[in-house]
């Protein structure tokens, strides 16, 4: 039996990568190739002008991929629908990774998020990356296995599929990770309207949104530091030594970049270090710089071509829990990417998400990558 | 998949494209529609210029003789944005560097004030940079202070010594000129914003007054700029240009330091005699001329200030003793900005006025005491009664009362008090053809036109004060409510606009409302010595690079011409050298052995000093020399200074002492300045010359 298994898992694995989608695989490998040039690019010359390894940055960076592609060939190995047995395992392995980073001597408090967990050897871990996959499969479990034979998700299911996302945005809040929460809650949000579930939840869940953010900010949930990077997003000078400052610094590099940017790794106020954090959040930056219109643009578009693949490959899913993983992670590819992008060019707060594929981060690259592989899990089992 | 699964999916999708569109929307607008914008705002993030000044020309005279150059000196500076941070804002250090340097602590603290933070009254002395330029205290430290600062910079937070290059006017053979020189300070916010700002650095010197002003062009030479690109921390990381400075180019003029030594000595003699004799002696001015070129070989100002103290680091009481009358108004120019009546001087228009309405100039004319003028009795002032004397006799005494019945009868034919519209005026156009009330054109800066009280200027003063003349009893403050100011207001409101006989009569002998500099005195009496030509007298003769080519050359311009005919020149010269032979300027210039001509002039100042004491007589003396072929042209005034003949003549002389080199009453051999002239090549300034000189 488990050499009949072996066998055919093989077998399949060989007409696998025949069932990618190339296109998205394109678009996914473009990416991460301009992604590791900005990385370089943001962290050479100043890791150089201190004396440092100027590689450093990229040497990780390529591990990174490496291994976040190793995790994505893997995920596509097992059918997605073999998956689902494994969902609880998933969700719980988010959920516990959530708590223990908020255990004090486990997890690590890094820029007012307590969101790290250090491994021994100066690894370090994101739990909420992992957490994102966690709720994705988790609510399209919920929503998609059906009790009853009715063709849309009872509230019932609706009702679990969201107390299976709660768990993991309250652990999330605690830390506390706005960006990530707004995020998670936007994609919750769409997975739900996918599912088929009555209209009125999807108006409901923005309702609830809304006065929660209000009540959040008004309870005092969301820390004054916050509170000031979204000041500062309406007024840049209400903060204008701190995130002020960012945005500032950020959206001028950008709009010094002109049409044809100022060519790779020859831009000054990247190898200036004028924008802080430039290798993770502030990563379009220097494509903005360095590249211009033309680079940046095309990143953009390359995003704009793996949501349009995912959607498809959602829209010709052969069962409802394909179709909402991947409704989910292109929800989430496509806030964290517009909220990223976005706020260097100061059209949105400050709230500090990586840009997916493309930002210099393991936990993050990691999770993107294995939702990549999630995609191509289910085109590669849909007919024709 | 069920029809809401369907649509939701499609509003997906349409939401995702949609974000997508919008965040290229306004990559476009950053990078393409507004792209310049935020590239300049980069650029100023940054890059830095670093600026070092070029080594400025030098200014020498005729013979290359340096009036200005360039020394290195220690500076002590302060820097504001550390003090600022300080709990006293810098207080305790700034006393205790004073204390250091010996200076008062009233006055380290005025230099570091920009000179925005500091009341109008009491900004002399500021700093006029900025806040984020090293602000000096002084140039000029003593090394084993500034020592001291740099080794124990713990004790000193804020204060800083570096070596800088300091303008030092030398003063050879003792010549001050700092009038003429000028001096060189840092930029204001109002030279940047000036026509020439652009061309300006923020931490450059430039050129503030004098010829340091009117060349700064060329002498400033091109400050070398580093453009650096810095990181966050104001570390550079590379240079994206570098232009070496250009050393600017050096002035040569016209003057001559011995001669320019010998006319301020001189003039500070001659203010010393009058004082001496009891007179005020405010101030005086001296102008030494080539009639022959227009060019300026001496020109000195009393009182005056050391040229230096600029740049040594001006104190408070410095500063308020430039423009104090106390002592004097040391920074006003007197030869260029000093405005007097010309008094008798005058009468060299006098002459051509009348000879151009037809007198006969070998005729003779009675000179009694006085001339009844309507129904003012008008004396003369430097002469008695003189009884029928002829033309030339009448300018060597002086006599006014010939003036008076001649410019009363010329008014008189001109209409009088209802004057004909085609008036011959004159004296009015005799003085215009002199170019009085018109600036002399001299290459420097800030020079007074004067001023020309004929009909025109008569009315449009009238318009001006009429309001005020016509109420005086209740606009005038009760002091000047005498009985004679409210009869003279009463008269200026009734026919204030008209020129009246009196003021025909005050007119002809230089005394009213007519005033000229004493420099364009010096201009008019060169015309009348060399044949007719105006020049407009030049102190700049050419600027040389500093390897000794000649870039430039400013030569002298003829601007007019006497309106007088060459017999009238010929009468008005023998006259002149007859008030030396034998008039009111025979007993100064007795036993001279250089034949020289002039005319003396002594000017009645209406008004009261501020200890209440009447104003003292203006001494003036112009004189042109040798009479047989004028080559110079010498004046001398002084304010308050009693007659001319008592105190200006005596100076004269003693210029042209050192001009042809007589003592006592002889030509020395070889004394004389210029044997063959003033110096027509230029000198070499050779490369070896250093511009810049180490202590």
């Known amino acids: 039996m488990s050499s009949l298994y072996s066998t055919k898992t093989r077998k399949r694995r060989g007409s696998l990568t025949r069932g990618f989608d190339p296109i998205l695989s394109a678009a996914v490998v473009g990416l991460l190739i301009m992604g590791t040039l900005l990385v370089y690019s943001a962290t050479k010359a100043w890791y150089a002008s201190a004396g440092l390894d100027p590689q450093y940055y990229l040497k990780r960076h390529v591990i990174n ?320 | 998949m069920n029809e809401r699964s369907r649509l939701s999916l499609l509003v997906t999708q349409t939401l995702i494209i949609s974000l997508m569109l919008a965040l290229l929307g306004r990559l476009f607008y950053l990078q393409i529609g507004s792209g310049t914008k935020y590239k ?20 020498v005279d005729s013979s290359g003789v340096p009036l200005a150059l360039n020394r290195v000196g220690l500076a002590v500076t302060a820097d504001r944005s550390i003090l600022d941070k300080q709990p006293d804002k810098g207080v305790g250090v700034l006393k205790k560097t004073a204390t250091l340097l010996g200076l008062k602590y009233a006055d380290v603290y005025l230099h570091t004030r920009l000179c925005g933070e500091m009341p109008k009254t009491v900004q002399a002395g500021c700093w006029t940079g900025t806040r984020y330029q090293p602000i000096p205290i002084t140039k000029d430290a003593d090394p084993s202070k500034a020592l001291q600062i740099v080794e124990r910079a713990d004790l000193y937070p804020g204060i800083d010594s570096m070596p800088v290059a300091v303008r030092s006017y030398p003063g050879i053979d003792g010549v001050n000129a700092a009038h003429l020189l000028g001096y060189v300070g840092p930029l204001t916010a109002a030279d940047l914003a000036s026509v020439n700002g652009a061309h300006y650095y923020r931490s450059e010197s430039i ?97 005056t200030y050391d040229p230096n103290m600029w740049e040594k680091g001006l104190t408070v009481k410095q500063a308020s003793d430039l423009f104090s009358e106390a002592t004097g108004v040391p920074a006003l120019d007197r030869a260029l900005q000093g405005l007097y009546a010309p008094a008798s001087t005058f009468k060299a228009v006098s002459v051509v006025a009348a000879a151009n309405a037809g007198y006969n100039m070998n005729g003779t004319y009675s000179c009694p005491a006085s001339v009844q003028v309507g129904t003012t009795l008008f004396h003369n002032f430097e002469s008695r009664a003189q009884g029928t004397i002829t033309m030339r006799d009448a300018i060597a005494v002086s006599c006014d009362t010939i003036w008076y019945r001649i410019a009363f009868d010329e008014w008189l034919k001109d209409g009088g008090l209802s004057p004909k519209k085609n008036a011959h005026d004159y004296f009015f156009s005799a003085a215009r053809g002199f170019q009085i009330g018109k600036k002399t054109g001299i290459d420097l800066p800030a020079e007074s036109s004067g001023r020309l009280a004929d009909r025109a200027w008569r009315l449009a003063w009238y318009q001006q004060n009429k309001n ?146 009447k104003k003292g007589n203006t001494s003036w003396f112009t004189s042109f020399g040798p009479s047989e072929n004028p080559r110079y042209e010498v004046v001398m005034m002084v304010s308050q200074g009693g007659f001319g003949s008592d105190i200006s003549a005596v100076g004269v002389r003693h210029i042209y002492e050192t001009l042809f080199g007589v003592v006592g009453n002889k030509v020395v051999p070889g004394k004389a300045l210029f044997p063959s002239g003033p110096p027509t090549a230029l000198p070499r300034i050779s490369p070896t010359m250093k511009t810049v000189t180490t202590p």
């Open chain 1, 65 to 384: 991929i490496v291994i976040g592609i190793a995790l994505a060939l893997g995920t596509t190995v097992i059918d997605y629908r073999l998956l689902r047995a494994y969902t609880p395992v998933i969700w719980a392995a988010g959920v516990l990774g959530l708590i223990a980073v908020l255990i004090p001597g486990i997890g690590k408090s890094v820029n007012g998020h307590q969101a790290w967990i250090a491994f021994p050897g100066g690894f370090q871990v994101q739990p909420v990356e992992l957490a994102k996959i966690s709720i994705i499969v988790g609510m399209s479990l919920l929503l998609s296995e059906r009790m009853h034979d009715g063709d849309e998700p009872s509230h019932r299911d609706v009702l679990s599929a969201l107390l299976i996302a709660a768990i993991p945005i309250l652990l999330i809040l605690l830390q506390p990770d706005m960006g990530t929460v707004m995020i998670i809650g936007a994609s919750v949000v769409m997975i739900i309207a996918v599912s088929g579930a009555p209209s009125r939840w999807v108006v409901g869940l923005l309702l609830l949104a809304i006065l929660g953010g209000f009540t959040a900010v008004k309870v005092g949930v969301v820390k004054d530091y916050q509170l000031k990077r979204l000041q500062s997003f309406v007024n840049p000078a209400a903060d204008p030594q701190q995130s002020g400052y960012q945005l500032r610094q950020s959206r001028i590099t950008v709009g010094s970049g002109g049409l044809a940017g100022k060519g790779l790794f020859k831009g000054p106020q990247t190898n200036g270090r004028f924008v802080p954090e430039q290798q993770t959040d502030f990563i379009f930056t220097v494509a903005g710089e360095e590249l211009g219109f033309l680079g940046s643009s095309t990143i953009i578009i390359l995003f704009l071509i793996i949501f349009l693949r995912g959607i498809r490959i959602a829209r010709r899913s052969q069962d409802l829990f394909g179709r909402l993983v991947c409704i989910g992670v292109v929800a989430w590819f496509a806030l964290q990417a517009f909220e990223n992008i976005g706020m260097t060019m100061g059209v949105m707060p400050l709230l500090g998400v990586p840009l997916p594929l493309i930002s210099y981060g393991g936990s993050s690259m990691f999770a993107n990558l294995i939702g990549i592989g999630l995609l191509q899990n289910v085109h590669a089992r849909q007919r024709g």
């Open chain 2, 40 to 59: 300049d705002a980069a650029l100023s993030i940054q890059s830095r210029d670093i600026v070092t000044p070029a080594t400025r020309g030098l200014i």
């Open chain 2, 207 to 303: 050129g503030k007054a004098g010829l340091e002003y009117q060349y700064d062009s060329y002498l400033r030479g091109k400050p070398g700029v580093r453009t650096v690109i810095v990181d966050r921390q104001e570390a550079v990381t590379r240079q994206s240009r570098i232009v070496k400075p250009v050393a600017g180019n050096h002035l040569v003029t016209s003057l001559d330091v011995r001669l320019q030594a010998a006319t301020e000595k001189a003039l500070a003699d001659a203010v010393a005699r009058a004082r001496a004799a009891g007179n005020v002696a405010d101030g005086g001015a001296a102008v030494v001329l080539d009639v022959k070129t227009g060019r300026v070989l001496a020109i000195a100002s009393y009182p």
């Open chain 2, 468 to 613: 005020y003349y016509c109420n005086y009893t209740k606009r005038a403050p009760k002091s000047q409510q005498t009985a004679f100011l409210v009869a003279l207001a009463k008269e200026n409101c009734v026919d204030g606009d008209k020129i009246r006989g009196g003021d025909a009569v005050n007119f002809s002998i230089g005394q009213g409302d007519t005033v000229i500099t004493p420099l364009k005195l010096a201009q008019m009496y060169a015309a009348v010595a060399n044949g007719g030509k105006i020049w407009q007298p030049t102190v700049g003769e050419a600027i040389e690079t500093t390897d000794g080519k000649v870039i430039a050359r400013f030569a002298p311009k003829v601007i007019g011409k006497l309106p007088a005919s060459k017999s009238t020149l010929t009468f008005l010269q023998g006259a002149l050298r007859q008030v030396v032979i034998s008039g009111t300027a025979a007993a100064t210039f007795s036993g001279f052995p250089v034949a020289v001509s002039g005319k003396t002039g002594t000017a009645e100042v209406f008004g009261l000093n501020k200890n209440g004491s």
